[in-house]
């Protein structure tokens, strides 16, 4: 639940503190010793209590930022993992229904009875699984907006959006080989983000965009130059950051964002099953 902000304790103390030296003053009246301590109290007593009220008030006000930051990365995560999870929906029920369909293929083909029944047995396991993810994963469906699933295929595309933003993008993928679709997901969102994040606090600036295979890992890195001269950077929460670490981390992988020689680099190193 997003924090709610509350009014402070102190305000109400001050006001009552005011209220009170009010009081005593129109009960002293202009005459007497009171008529002359009573004034100096009261200065003292406001001066105080306005120091102390403006100190709580900067202390619940801090306390309330650091809640609602938190609050709002938690929430950058549980909707990473909404986004995962529809992918995972979308990338495994396809596999499944690839099984079933193999295995329904082979009904009219002849078999030993005993590979007859396995087969029989696995397509309708596969297509109960394929109901049950279904079912399961369309619920985390109904509050994940329905955006079409990246691939390697769209990195021209991302670099070609950002270019019309004013970035200038040089893009270089090298011979990757297989890559698994979760893989693929993971890489596309990693340059979003990367080139995303340059916009904002770079500008028009040059971006290098490098996806490389090493080993058995696939490696991304979104590198800009630098905020151009005069640009004024119009930095976001984090959180898209905090929401890629969840992805990356899923596959076992690591995320690192950096300031590199009066730049920002980004750069995602994730392991690869399909290697």
Request: with cysteine; charged share 20%.
């Amino acid at each position: 639940m997003r924090p709610r902000r509350t009014l402070s304790p102190a305000l109400l103390v001050a006001a009552v503190t005011c209220g009170v030296l009010i009081t005593a003053m129109c009960t002293a009246g202009t005459s007497g010793p009171l008529a002359r301590v009573v004034p100096a109290v009261m200065v003292g007593g406001a001066i105080g209590a306005a120091v102390w009220t403006v100190r709580r008030a900067r202390a619940d006000r801090a306390d309330y930022e650091a809640r609602l930051t938190a609050w709002a990365a938690s929430e950058a995560v549980l909707a990473e993992r909404l986004h995962i999870a529809r992918d995972l929906h979308d990338i495994v029920s396809h596999g499944l229904g690839l099984i079933t369909v193999r295995a329904a293929a082979t009904r009219h083909l002849p078999k030993p009875p005993e590979v007859a029944a396995a087969l029989t047995d696995i397509e309708e396991a596969g297509r109960q699984a394929t109901a049950e993810l279904r079912r399961m994963l369309g619920v985390l469906r109904s509050t994940d907006p329905l955006t079409p699933v990246d691939s390697l295929d769209d990195l021209a595309a991302i670099a070609a959006d950002a270019g019309r933003g004013g970035l200038r993008v040089d893009l270089s993928v090298g011979e990757l080989g297989p890559v698994s679709p979760g893989v693929q997901v993971a890489v596309a969102r990693t340059v979003r983000e990367g080139l995303a994040n340059a916009a904002r606090h770079a500008g028009p600036s040059d971006v290098r965009v490098r996806v490389h295979r090493d080993g058995a890992d696939v490696v991304v890195t979104v590198a800009d130059g630098g905020p151009e001269p005069g640009w004024r950077a119009t930095p976001g929460a984090g959180h898209g950051l905090a929401g890629l670490r969840e992805r990356v981390g899923s596959l076992g992988g690591v995320l690192g964002a950096a300031p590199v020689d009066g730049g920002f680099r980004l750069t995602a190193r994730i392991p690869d099953a399909a290697a």
